[in-house]
């Protein structure tokens, strides 16, 4: 494989003085060219610590030693656990440009800043524990140790848009990060944008309960194992009908919406009827050639063996002492070449001094927003939080998936989570004058954000040399689910099918029921993927600060997913391998529970004399006796305060309530103009004094802002673009939609 040439954080200096499960955070910033020195007193030698911290320098004193002093002095970005936060304050009053970071599982504030956490306990309080599961049974647990991994990306990300605004204006920033926190927005955040399927209802209102078993993606048996579809659209469900040979009780035009569909008493069964006797690859490779949206149920290890992860390089062998341990490579690929994790720090040209004035990091930036569906739209809107104008471009022939909604005119809940904080222009882009118009914003933008199959932007004559050629300095970002080559390049892919190919919804099931699948209504890795991808944008628009030129970078959402489970790759061991062991117990109440998840060998002998019993195979009996008598958040309590960690499972619509989150006052209730629902939103993207809150611009209806848009960023006079209107090239808001809008608001009285 080729070498990148020139990492976008080559010349950015970082001490990481992290322990525990967040270390991975700055293993995003090494892969991308930055000098990590990872301050501790012990070296990496197990496989976990290795995958965690690959391509980071190993210093074995720490952060208030002469030495750590020394190298924080030339560093760019200082991170540390819990504990070090006196030593940062003070770093920070010496040097005002510093960026640093306080990592914790709950931060330093409120009442539950001294609780103990863990992967289940960030589940618990997050709400993605309740949403996992089937209808009628208890909540599992997510396989792997992906609210970490999650977390983990929401504070790379704070930390790069910290960065830019310190090469910007000289002023740095501290954050106090919660695991949670991170958690509860990078996983799959219970009020942020949702899939197609939801058809925009947010997950607040969804059951109490789990999810019914099979309501959306479902799975199927076959002969040698599972397969998923995907049927979001009419015309993957025309695709699918015609691979079923058309069969006439599913004939009626109303199979065309996707409610009527998961309505259907007959259907699943049907479908369920027609795979049974054939095998995985058969139903993939004829599901592909109908268009229907499938992809076999493989297990991690077998999803590593594909021609695909060979074909694109996504694995490497690394030493560990005298042994060798399989790793997955760096996630992102920069201009065409793979950042990878073993790159030298390389000398960098200086950063110019920094002379602006921004509050928020990317004030001033323009963004051309293509993006679809959740991937989509989280990165751009990532952008938009801290600062950018962003502009989505829509098309009323091409509408966004999560333009679908319960409302008729394209808006909900989960929109207005997913697409604040932008504008959207119509535009015709099949059309030569329309893409002319294209390239005239792109030549005024900074980045152009886009997760289309691979091929589509060159088929309509967009590709990357014509949008370099407009513009020498544009950061192009493009994600896809398997990335853009490689034999399953061509494959139509979301969430669902990511999860389905590498592992994760095998491994997310009953550890008693090979059929009791809990995936079902999960986002992932779409807003992870979509944060890993603002973050290669953010890394471009650094090293354009000092070379000048663009860039491209691009993320396989696939690769994603390996790098969340790289300690079990390193471990040749299965996705779900770390959820072994009863964690999830039923409290008082009504379908309430608990989760108990002791660590260490001390807290597991803290419970034990919390019980009262002697013998540890008694252990367990005797908790779930214990938790059964006392309410979910009095159980959680009294066993935090004998050290041991545990959380109440919170349902989405407990969150706004609960201690945690507003104590930090993380959720702030926005005004839509077009929505009688609450819309609620994130505070912060990680909490800090040092940087305003994101703005407060409503997500737009279709077409909103193309007269404005094309006035401000081209400076086109109204006759020009009335006449780019008549000619049915710039689309904006049609009146049917705003009427439709006005009806809907004058409902509620």
Not at 41 to 57: F, I, Q, T
Not at 247 to 272: C, G, M, N, V, W
Not at 283 to 289: S, T, V
Not at 571 to 579: D, I, V
């Amino acid at each position: 494989m080729s070498e990148l040439v020139d990492p976008p954080l080559s010349g950015i200096k970082v001490v990481d003085a992290v322990s525990g499960a967040l270390a991975p955070i700055s293993s995003y910033l090494a892969h991308l060219g930055a000098q990590v020195d990872r301050v501790h007193s012990v070296d990496a030698s197990d496989p976990v610590d290795l995958a965690a911290n690959a391509g980071k320098a190993w210093r074995s004193f720490a952060l208030d030693s002469d030495e750590g002093h020394a190298l924080a002095g030339e560093a760019h970005i200082v991170v540390a656990s819990k504990g070090h936060d006196v030593l940062l304050k003070g770093l920070r009053e010496l040097r005002p440009d510093l960026v640093t970071m306080t990592v914790s599982d709950f931060g330093l504030t409120g009442n539950l800043s001294g609780w103990r956490g863990s992967n289940a306990v960030l589940h618990a309080l997050s709400g993605e524990l309740s949403r996992s599961g089937i209808r009628g049974r208890e909540p599992v647990l997510p396989p792997g140790d992906l609210a970490y991994q999650c977390a983990s990306v929401q504070a790379a990300f704070a930390l790069c848009g910290g960065l830019y605004r310190a090469l910007r204006s000289g002023r740095g920033a501290h954050f106090d990060f919660a695991a949670l926190d991170g958690a509860v927005q990078a996983l799959d955040p219970g009020f942020g944008i949702s899939g197609s399927a939801t058809l925009g209802k947010p997950a607040g209102l969804l059951s109490r309960d789990r999810p019914r078993e099979g309501f959306q993606y479902p799975i199927f048996s076959c002969a040698d194992g599972f397969v998923r579809i995907c049927l979001l659209s009419k015309r993957q469900w025309r695709s699918m009908f015609e691979w079923l040979g058309r069969p006439e009780q599913f004939a009626s035009p109303e199979f065309d919406r996707t409610s009527i569909r998961y309505k259907s008493p007959d259907l699943l069964p049907h479908i369920a009827d027609f795979f049974r006797e054939r095998n995985r690859a058969d139903l993939e490779r004829e599901g592909q050639a109908h268009g229907v949206p499938i992809a076999a149920m493989l297990s991690l290890p077998e999803f590593l063996e594909t021609d695909h992860v060979r074909a694109r390089d996504a694995l490497k062998r690394v030493s560990v002492g005298k042994a060798e341990v399989t790793l997955p490579r760096g996630v992102q690929t920069i201009d065409g070449v793979r950042a990878d994790f073993d790159a030298a720090a390389q000398a960098a040209d200086p950063f110019p001094e920094a002379d602006d004035t921004c509050a928020l990091p990317f004030e001033g930036l323009k963004v051309i927003d293509l993006g679809v569906i959740v991937v989509g739209a989280e990165q751009a809107r990532m952008l938009g939080d801290l600062g950018a104008d962003v502009i989505k471009m829509e098309s009323r022939s091409f509408p966004d998936g999560n333009r679908q909604s319960y409302l008729d005119f394209g808006m909900s809940v989960s929109f207005a989570a997913g697409h604040r904080n932008k504008r959207s222009i119509g535009l015709d882009l099949r059309s030569e004058r329309g893409r002319e118009i294209f390239l005239d914003l792109v030549a005024e933008a900074d980045v152009v954000c886009s997760n289309f199959k691979p091929g589509t932007m060159d088929k309509l004559g967009l590709g990357q040399a014509t949008l370099r050629k407009a513009n020498p300095r544009i950061i192009l970002s493009e994600s896809s689910a398997f990335g853009s080559t490689g034999p399953w390049s061509n494959r139509m892919g979301y969430g669902p099918l990511v999860r389905a190919s590498t592992g994760l919804a095998l491994a997310w099931r009953y550890p008693d029921d090979p059929t009791g699948f809990s995936d079902t209504i999960t986002i992932y890795p779409d807003h992870v993927a979509g944060r890993i991808c603002a973050i290669g944008v953010v890394a471009l628009l650094i090293r354009r600060l000092r070379t000048g030129r663009g860039g491209t970078t691009a993320v396989a959402q696939a690769e994603v997913a390996l790098k969340h489970f790289a300690a079990q790759i390193a471990r040749s061991g299965e996705a779900g391998e770390s959820t072994a062991g009863k964690v999830v117990f039923a409290a008082e109440g009504d379908d309430e529970w608990c989760v108990v998840d002791p660590q260490t060998e001390q807290e597991r002998r803290s419970l034990a004399e919390l019980l009262g019993v002697t013998d540890p195979d008694q252990t367990s009996t005797a908790l779930e006796e214990w938790v059964a008598a006392h309410p979910p958040e009095e159980a959680a309590r009294v066993l935090q305060q004998a050290g041991i960690p545990a959380a109440p499972m919170l349902r989405i619509a407990d969150l706004p309530k609960h201690p945690f989150y507003t104590e930090r006052e993380f959720y702030r209730v926005e005004d839509h103009p077009w929505l009688q629902e609450t819309v609620r939103a994130e505070r912060y993207v990680a909490k800090t004094d040092d940087i305003p809150a994101p703005p407060n611009r409503p997500a737009p209806l279709s077409g909103e802002h193309s007269e404005e848009v094309l006035a401000e960023w081209l400076s086109l006079e109204p006759a020009a673009i009335a006449t780019l209107i008549e000619d049915a090239v710039l689309e904006p808001l049609h009146e049917d939609t705003r009427e439709a809008a006005k009806r809907h608001m004058a409902s509620s009285g």
